[in-house]
């Protein structure tokens, strides 16, 4: 079957640097998409990597194995702004998006 | 502004009465999806269209039904509400194959008492 596994809940400190990593298992893989969504928001798009490596752009990054079926978003300069759900999504042979679950990201002061 | 429209915002509903939920987009996007998203569970998808004129079914399809008359106008229907369809829906659209990501409606939040 299709899976996307992150964790459910994380706690980082404003000004620090988080991870949130993400493992999937899809049939067939054409990239893999981070979104944040704000408490009653609708999620917006974040990044999309399909080759394996890093990807920056500003403050986030997000980094793709390929081989490892696992991807993880890397947060730097927390902003209490960043409190939101990070949602890990990989798009399958189909080219359909298969979601994760959401992880809740608290930045405490 | 380019970009997805639903409506309405939020609705109360009483069981067995039918619902349409509207969702329109400007950004003459081919294929437009349909999901619900519960705490816990993420965004599940209900329905899809690929293009104008063909729909499929998603995960959870069951008492839910869409059409794709155009490109611009996705909507959806529940025949018969139940208190199990309470949860936000979200109205999304995205070109070609998806490699630019989904752009999401900001929502219709659905309570079936």
């Known amino acids: 079957g299709q899976n996307i596994d992150q964790p459910t809940e994380m706690t980082a400190t404003e000004g620090a640097i988080v991870q949130i990593n993400c493992t999937y298992q899809?049939?067939?893989?054409?990239?893999l998409f981070w979104y944040q969504q704000h408490a009653g928001e609708a999620p917006t798009f974040l990044s999309y990597?399909?080759l394996d490596g890093l990807e920056e752009k500003g403050r986030f990054s997000s980094f793709l194995s390929r081989s490892k079926g696992y991807s993880y978003l890397l947060l730097k300069e927390l902003q209490m702004k960043d409190s939101a759900s990070y949602l890990c999504?990989?798009?399958?042979?189909?080219?359909?998006?298969?979601w994760g679950a959401g992880t809740k990201l608290i930045i405490k002061p | 502004i380019a970009g997805i429209t639903q409506a309405p915002t939020s609705q109360i509903l009483a069981a067995g009465r039918r619902m349409t939920l509207r969702c329109t987009q400007d950004?003459?996007?081919?294929?437009m999806y349909w999901y619900r998203q519960d705490l816990g569970l993420g965004l599940r998808l209900i329905h899809y269209?690929?293009?104008?004129?063909?729909?499929g079914k998603g995960e959870v399809p069951d008492g839910y039904s869409v059409s794709r008359a155009n490109t611009d106008d996705f909507p959806l229907t529940l025949a018969s509400a139940v208190p199990s369809q309470t949860s936000v829906y979200f109205c999304?659209?995205?070109?070609?194959?998806?490699?630019?990501?989904?752009?999401f409606g900001s929502g219709t939040r659905l309570t079936v008492v």
């Open positions: 999304a659209s995205s070109d070609g194959q998806g490699l630019d990501g989904y752009t």
């Open positions: 899809t049939s067939g893989f054409n990239g």
């Open positions: 950004m003459r996007h081919n294929a």
């Open positions: 269209s690929n293009t104008a004129g063909t729909t």
């Open positions: 990597n399909v």
């Open positions: 999504a990989a798009l399958d042979s189909n080219y359909q998006l298969i």
